[in-house]
């Protein structure tokens, strides 16, 4: 009998250990199979099944939110930059540049145009009209952005520009937008003159015309170009050139050796790097648009376009009760405010300290007496140096890099390349001694007129 029990009790726990093995067994197999579960998102709405898949949850680490930080230095090493090993000034001084950069996007990466910005359905409002404004008080301006169908958006990202002007008197100030990622936007102003003064707001672009200059510039970092002239004897070539060039021809490598920013050009077919004797500015490459995105960048209607006031769009400022003014000279190293100054009466007016002001040659002669001066930039700079020439009688302009001076690299090291206007240096001799000018332009960037104090 005890025996029968025995062989009954051994069957019981075999056929209870089998059954624990194969729960095992299916449990196993559940949970190796789970990740790849796939879930119909789209059966309620009754259109063609689509499927996704549910990525795990990621775990980042310091180190990756560390490299997540100084990206750019990764995309310059990627673009052909030599200077792998940046110091902690210049980390901080590219991570601030590329933060001043970002700006805020859409939620999702393509919205149609119906549901973008549009500046005639907004009007903008100034808070408080009603109270008298003082010289030295603050203004504040809101409005709200509605997209083509009208309705309110619920994100921010677009591309205000504000001032505040009276044109009689040739008085201009710029304004301080606030975006609060919800559609709606606070401008601040500083009322700085006495007077009835206007206010302007402009949409430049819409927060999805932003976008799309966003994945230009990440993608196609080459879509404005720059060529150089290559000659030797009676054979001349022309070759595109730039930071960073797909290497789908032979390369002329021009880096400055010194500071490891890249330069190249496509070698010409029939000459050496060597030969090339100027460098210009090239072409916009056209066509880079997808789909609809060329209604985001539409003049007359979402491009620079003024954004009207709900009702009158000026207020009158009357002189300050307290004494306002400042008494300290400025000196470079001083903190920029928002705004740094003004114009009044045509003069640029800084908030902070006195500017030196240069009205007639002579003060200009009696301050460059005994100095050298290097203008260094773009289209901007040379409307400087040609000003300068202009107004100071007495100085002459001289090319130090006639035509035909070849810029290609020398003793190994790599010339930097200079723009279509080339370097130019002015000296006189007079009674006051000698004194040089020179100036380099490094290309086209934009055209205004020089400002009305050296």
Not at 40 to 50: A, E, P, Q, R, W
Not at 185 to 207: A, C, D, E, M, Q
Not at 330 to 350: A, E, F, I
Not at 422 to 447: A, L, M
Request: with cysteine; hydrophobic share 35%.
């Amino acid at each position: 009998m005890d025996q029968a029990a025995r062989q009954m009790s051994l069957a019981v726990s075999l056929q209870r250990s089998i059954f624990i093995l194969l729960m095992l067994v299916t449990v196993f197999m559940l949970y190796i199979s789970f990740p790849n579960v796939k879930f119909n998102i789209n059966l309620i709405s009754g259109s063609d099944s689509h499927w996704i898949r549910y990525p795990s949850p990621k775990v980042y680490s310091t180190m990756q939110l560390a490299g997540q930080k100084t990206d750019w230095i990764h995309k310059l090493v990627q673009f052909g930059y030599l200077n792998h090993s940046f110091s902690p000034e210049e980390r901080s001084e590219g991570t601030m540049l590329m933060n001043m950069i970002e700006w805020p996007r859409p939620r999702i990466s393509k919205v149609p145009l119906l549901k973008s910005s549009d500046p005639s359905r907004v009007h903008f409002v100034i808070l408080d009209s009603g109270k008298t404004f003082y010289v030295g008080d603050q203004m504040q301006v809101m409005l709200r952005m509605f997209d083509f169908e009208g309705n309110p958006k619920q994100y921010g990202g677009d591309y205000l520009q504000a001032r505040i002007h009276t044109p009689e008197l040739k008085a201009g100030s710029a304004g301080t937008v606030i975006d609060n990622q919800n559609g709606f936007y606070y401008i601040n102003f500083t009322l700085l003159w006495p007077g009835r003064v206007k206010v302007s707001v402009t949409l430049v672009h819409p927060s999805e015309g932003v976008q799309v200059l966003h994945r230009l510039r990440e993608e196609r970092p080459d879509r404005v170009n720059f060529k150089s002239a290559f000659k030797f004897r009676s054979i001349s070539e022309t070759t595109v050139c730039n930071l960073y060039l797909s290497p789908t021809k032979p390369l002329c490598n021009f880096t400055d050796l010194r500071t490891g920013e890249p330069w190249f050009c496509y070698k010409p077919a029939k000459l050496p790097c060597t030969s090339r004797i100027n460098h210009a500015k090239g072409v916009y490459i056209k066509g880079l648009l997808n789909g609809d995105e060329i209604n985001l960048f539409r003049r007359g209607s979402n491009l620079k376009q003024p954004i009207l006031p709900n009702s009158l769009g000026y207020i009158t400022v009357k002189p300050s009760p307290h004494a306002v003014g400042v008494s300290k000279e400025c000196v470079r190293g001083m903190p920029l405010l928002s705004p740094s100054g003004y114009y009044y009466k045509d003069l640029w007016n800084p908030i902070t300290c006195n500017i030196r002001r240069f009205e007639t040659s002579e003060k200009i002669t009696g301050c460059l007496r005994g100095k050298k001066v290097y203008l260094f930039g773009d289209s901007t700079i040379r409307q400087w140096f040609e000003y300068l020439t202009m107004f100071v009688p007495g100085i002459s302009v001289t090319e130090v890099f006639p035509a035909g001076t070849n810029f290609g690299a020398k003793s190994g090291r790599a010339a930097k390349p200079v723009m279509d206007c080339g370097e130019f240096r002015s000296r006189t001799t007079g009674k006051q001694g000698p004194r040089e000018t020179g100036y380099r332009d490094r290309g086209s960037v934009g055209s205004r007129r020089p400002a009305d104090s050296p």
